[in-house]
């Protein structure tokens, strides 16, 4: 089992930057790929970013990809989204999950999620 808990979340303004971070807990956290998700009021839980054990690969949503960046340090059990060039509709909770299953786009493919943070852009 993992536990995975987030911070880094808040108010910016249209254009600015948040960083994301997802710690773990357990010493099996690099077993896990990892992923983050986000929901705004009203909508269901959407894929937003992907990364494997090793970070070598990564996966993006659309209207994600150039803005965002997933990382992870196993050797700090924590995976990361910087986020730049924000947008209103980037308004959300932010959820970080581990995968367990095969289709890492898929709500269901994820056992373990943490209680998610806040992010909102203000026009």
């Known amino acids: 089992q993992v536990q995975l808990v987030e911070s880094g979340g808040g108010l910016v303004q249209a254009g600015g930057s948040l960083r994301l971070s997802c710690s773990a807990s357990?010493?099996?956290?690099?077993?896990?790929?990892m992923a983050w998700f986000r929901q705004a009021p009203g909508n269901e839980r959407d894929f937003v970013a992907y990364?494997?054990?090793?970070?070598?690969?990564?996966y993006y949503t659309d209207s994600v990809k150039g803005r965002f960046t997933i990382s992870r340090d196993n050797a700090k059990n924590t995976v990361y989204l910087q986020m730049n060039g924000l947008k209103p509709e980037d308004t959300a909770v932010y959820y970080c999950?581990?995968?367990?299953?095969?289709?890492?786009?898929?709500?269901?493919?994820?056992?373990?999620w943490g209680q998610g943070t806040q992010v909102t852009v203000s026009s």
């Open positions: 990364i494997n054990w090793s970070g070598g690969s990564t």
């Open positions: 357990g010493r099996t956290f690099s077993m896990y790929r």
């Open positions: 999950a581990a995968m367990t299953g095969l289709y890492f786009e898929l709500e269901r493919e994820y056992s373990y």
